[in-house]
């Protein structure tokens, strides 16, 4: 609704009832008045579960939860098909897909457009990326899943009346079986994403469940990990051997 228009409708309507004035005005579209309503928004903190939805997806019809499973899942999402840099990022994750394999993780991308647009676009993916993509791609045209995981920008939410619809920002959920979400990444529509960050990321969250342990800045594996503050070093020296201290609160071990 342009701004000229209201002041039309306030003259036409006069002196009219609220309830007159708000029949004229049409309401957001189903899929905005939840998002727009700060108290129904799904609090996507650390730790918790990974709102579930259904959608159409380039592998078919998926629940997200029953896609989920018993794995380590990463839910990315790109603001169009056929923009530059989404066509870059999704042909790096793709030939990374071994590396994801080898660590238990599988993958599924989101773009806010139709399903006829995906099949056309993963054609360019593949070429420009010299791969093949196998991990299915949503098809959020409508922006319901981008909504349900505050996949938006500010701004473009702003002026959604001007636009029309807000863009889906380039987001990262990294999602533990338990459907538990354990990192969120955003980064803005003009960046691309580090794919060596995701694993890494994934490689230290793997390795501090398996082992007990918190991983310093810039850490690879291989690297000396961190005693947690929780752990006594007496226990850490039985539970790993060697422990380095360096402040009573600050010691390093190998795994």
Sequence with gaps: MTPRIIPQMFRALGAAPRAAWSAQVPRAPAFLRPFSAQSEQPRLRLGSTAPNFTALTTK????FHKFIGDKWTILFSHPADFTPVCTTELGAFS??????????????GLSANDLGSHDEWI??????????????IIADADRKVAFLYDMVDQQDLDN?????????????????????????????????RNSAEVLRVIDSLQTGDKKGVTTPIDWQVGDDVIVP???????????????????????????
């Design 60 to 63: 078919g019809e998926i629940d």
């Design 229 to 255: 503050p929780s752990v006594s070093t007496a226990d850490a020296q039985k539970k790993f051997g060697e422990v380095r201290e360096v402040k009573p609160y600050l010691r390093y071990t190998k795994i």
């Design 123 to 136: 054609k360019d993916i593949n070429e420009v990326g010299s791969t093949k993509v196998q991990f299915p």
């Design 160 to 192: 959604i009346d001007k636009k029309g619809i807000a863009f889906t920002i380039r987001s990262v959920f990294i999602i533990d079986p338990n459907k538990k979400i354990r990192l969120t990444m955003m980064y803005p529509a003009s960046t691309g």
């Design 95 to 108: 030939r990374l897909k071994n590396e994801f394999d080898k660590r238990g993780v599988q993958l599924i």
